[in-house]
């Protein structure tokens, strides 16, 4: 019999915790009686959205940069993303002492193009509907010699990423759920490891948007699906197929995903910041949508959700909030 040796492990998460210490915040936990009474459970919301560059990309960024060796520090960094990742690699290169070279999509929201830039990367747009980001940023990284950092498929990353899922379990003990954004997937990937890797029996529920909903399609399919790529407020998460190593961690061990409207994003956002008084970006906001929305049937009395970035500018928050288009 063979057996094959998954991409991350729990050994590798607590790792990159142990690399991260110092580095990265250790994000705070809260806490909503008003959001218990709604949801009927009580519920652990880990905030990323004050996690370093405002979101848990900072995780994986800094873990896999941290790992080249100095040659490939010297001649830089490459990366593509919507914005968080972006953010994260820029900030990752900068602490490392290196510099970084970011492939974005030409509608990326502004805000997040202009943290990337405020920490010294070099931006190269895209049409994000017509153009291969991915081959791109390999064309790039090949010419001018770069190490290649994706967002999510890479093995340092989803370790990076699962930090914050051991970090909620370590303050909250056994829960009987997580639920967690899905997008390519490396923020599930590594905390369906680390949870499960300490509590065997925990459900994890990953979330999509209704527009952008491949992974739940190559769940149900037992192979990766590719959809058209979704138009979505949920930037983050406008993916059109799961990655390959991602996919292989979370066919394993995700236990279901759901999907929630953009209306009941930006319901959830609203209730972040008049109850919770914290900004979510439409991302971010997800898993606590499919709380309040009632998506997620039969949850267990204690829950925790990855509240995963709060990178979204004032104008675009308000109009979201406001429910305009």
Known sequence: ????????????????????????????????????????????????????????KFRGAYNAASRLTPEQLTRGIAAYSSGNHAQAVALAARELGTTAVIVMPED???????????????????????????????????????????????????AGQGTAALELLEETGELGALLTPVGGGGL???????????????????????????????????????????????????????GELTFSVNRRLVDEIVLVSDDEIRDAMRFAFERLKIVIEPSGATPLAALLSGRVSGLPDRVGVIVSGGNVDAERFARLCASEV
């Open 1 to 56: 019999m063979t057996t094959t040796t998954p991409p991350v492990t729990p050994d590798d998460v607590q790792d990159a915790a142990t690399r991260l210490k110092g580095v990265a915040h250790r994000t705070p936990v809260l806490r909503s009686r008003t959001l218990d009474t709604l949801v009927g459970a009580e519920v652990f919301l880990k905030c990323e959205n004050f996690q370093r560059v405002g979101a848990f």
């Open 108 to 158: 990326a929201p502004p805000s997040k193009r202009a943290a990337t830039e405020g920490y010294g990367a070099e931006i190269v747009t895209y049409d994000r509907y017509t153009g291969d980001r991915v081959a791109i940023a390999e064309a790039l990284a090949a010419e001018r010699g770069l190490a290649l950092i994706p967002p999510y498929e890479h093995p340092h990353v989803m």
């Open 188 to 242: 599930m990937a590594g905390s369906a490891t680390a949870a499960k890797g300490l509590h065997p029996g925990i459900r994890m529920v990953g979330v999509e948007p209704e527009a952008g909903d491949d992974t739940k399609r190559s769940l149900e399919a037992g192979r990766r699906i590719s959809i058209p790529v979704p138009k979505t407020i949920a930037d983050g998460q406008a993916l059109h197929t799961p």
